[in-house]
């Protein structure tokens, strides 16, 4: 290995880094990076004219580098960093989000605000002061992304902006106040000025929306050549947008012969719809959420260990809390909050949303069904043991020498694995309740469903209600989920990603038939996932050709 290069490269990787944290604080913040959390991130022309020629110039530096004089960790940084910075400058140039996404704009002020009111380690006082900060400055960046809006806008994405901000003024109302009464007493007046000013701007944007949305003809479909360069180049998938769509009607219909024969074996006289509706009905109350989720991740931790699944590092954690009050609005059943790369604890936390004791009798009747026992315990073993808390863990600790790999996460690794880990924890005895599997068969045929609606949405002309009522006759979920699920699928940064859930579990799979298959009596599950989870999160093929090699 050339030690020239390989400096060269850490020391490029560290400016790159730099460059792009600084960039984006909204995403520092996100990632555990706290050195720009009094800041928002620059919308206007020539921020974005500035980004694009400064990533263009670190692509070239990427480029000129010799990847062959490498050795292999080194090598799969500069790979890692390739993908980063190609995929980055193509959606910049296609489509700049702060021109054609007004619905991010907004989203990106509620995540710039609340992952300030999360508890990371940092002194409740400054995180009031930086939030302070940050809403003060929240009025120009409005003002800012007005003015730049694009008739490429798709009319959908304008649609999707007036829900943000509704989401955002009930979230400002409930949340800035109740943090600040708690996290620093002293600023509560000063950050209820700043929050009156923005809900003002928020009237003000919500108008130029309102005037603007006539002029907004654009699609929100990425494109063929789009779809493809991200299966090639971000996440390393050899095939395009054609046999994706195949691939996805295939295991459309395998999933869903599945299903209703599984459904057949339970009760042939009732439909796998009827028997879902029937295992809601077996809920805990709504005081015995957190009791539930709880009891869960403790169940599935021990069948880990009992299992020999997956090494359990010391000092990691997981708990589940109540959520705040002040998140609830944009959370109906909770959120997952996993351990941040760049924070120093490996500890994750499972909030979950409390029933809402004023709501009418049949609203609180649906949200404890929602939560029901079933539910509970996939979504418990899919979001902390084994699953995304126990591979963020790892992914802490695999890359603490390895910036890069660190910042870096691709989706068909990330939730490859959640789903993967389904699969495991049945395989190996823990979901083997009959409503359990039925609800895993179910959702397996929405996975499913995802990769044809994510192609036909991106490059196969479907349109929106086409897409919604394939959800709805196919999954069988209700116009409100099937609406909010395709929505989430047209956004600027989500094509392809609705696959990757399915691509990567089977790309995971194929990993292990093929290194089982190399080392013989030699396998254990703990040993193939120890070393699958030893790289951090890069493309599944990254891993593959290291493992095999």
């Not at 928002?40 to 010799?66: M, V």
């Not at 910049?92 to 704009?105: C, D, G, S």
């Amino acid at each position: 290995m050339s030690q020239a290069v390989a400096q060269e490269l850490q020391a490029l990787i560290a400016d790159y880094l730099a460059y792009v944290l600084r960039r984006d604080p909204i995403e520092a913040t996100q990632l555990g990076v706290h050195d720009h959390d009094d800041a928002l991130t620059d919308l206007s022309p020539d921020a974005l004219e500035e980004e694009i020629a400064q990533r263009k110039a670190f692509q070239r530096r990427f480029a000129a580098l010799d990847r062959a004089t490498l050795d292999a960790d080194a090598a799969m940084d500069l790979d890692v960093a390739r993908i980063d910075v190609a995929t980055a400058l193509r959606r910049l140039e296609a489509r700049p989000p702060m021109q054609t996404a007004p619905y991010w704009v907004v989203e990106q002020l509620g995540t710039a605000f609340s992952s300030l009111m999360r508890d990371d380690g940092q002194p409740p006082e400054l995180q009031a002061e930086r939030l302070l900060a940050r809403l003060r400055q929240a009025p120009a960046y409005l003002a800012t992304a007005q003015a730049v809006l694009s008739p490429q806008t798709a009319a959908l994405h304008v649609e999707m902006a007036f829900t943000a901000i509704k989401g955002l003024r009930s979230f400002l109302q409930s949340a800035v106040g109740g943090f600040a009464a708690v996290a620093a007493p002293g600023l509560v007046q000063e950050l209820a000025a700043a929050t009156a000013a923005l809900q003002a701007a928020l009237d003000d944007f919500t108008r130029a929306l309102q005037e603007f949305a006539p002029r907004a003809t654009g699609s929100f479909a990425c494109g063929a050549e789009m779809f493809d360069f991200l299966l090639r180049e971000f996440h390393l998938l050899d095939l395009d947008h054609r046999q994706l769509a195949e691939f996805g009607a295939a295991r459309m219909a395998h999933d869903k012969a599945a299903l209703e024969a599984y459904a057949r074996e339970l009760d042939p006289a009732r439909s796998w719809v009827e028997q879902i509706e029937a295992v809601k009905d077996d809920h805990p109350q709504g005081a015995d959420f957190l009791k539930t989720y709880h009891a869960e991740m403790v169940r599935a931790r021990a069948h880990c260990v009992a299992a020999d699944l997956v090494t359990l590092p010391a000092g990691e954690v997981a708990d589940v809390k109540w959520l705040p009050a002040y998140l609830a609005a944009g959370a109906p059943l909770g959120l997952m909050f996993t351990t941040p790369p760049f924070a120093p604890a490996l500890a994750s936390e499972l909030v979950i949303t409390p029933l809402d004791t004023d709501a009418p009798p049949e609203r609180q009747r649906q949200h404890m069904r929602d939560n029901c026992y079933a539910f509970a315990r996939s979504i418990t073993l899919h979001e902390i043991y084994p699953g995304h808390h126990t591979q963020r863990v790892h992914h802490k600790l695999a890359t603490a020498g390895s910036p890069m790999r660190r910042y870096f996460s691709s989706p068909v690794f990330v939730e490859g694995w959640g789903l993967y880990t389904e699969d495991l924890m049945e395989e190996t005895g823990f979901m083997v309740e009959p409503g359990v599997r039925l609800f895993k068969l179910r959702n397996a045929l929405w996975r499913s469903a995802r990769v044809v609606v994510d192609s036909g949405l991106h490059t196969r002309g479907m349109s929106f209600e086409e897409a919604v009522q394939l959800m709805m006759d196919e999954v069988h979920l209700d116009r409100r989920m099937a609406e909010g699920e395709v929505r989430r699928y047209t956004t600027h940064d989500n094509p392809t990603y609705p696959s990757a859930y399915l691509l990567g579990k089977t790309a995971i799979h194929d990993l292990r038939r093929r290194y089982q298959a190399q080392q013989g009596a030699a396998f254990t599950l703990r040993d193939f996932h120890d070393r699958l989870l030893s790289y951090g999160s890069p493309p599944v093929k990254l891993v593959a050709a290291r493992m095999l090699a």
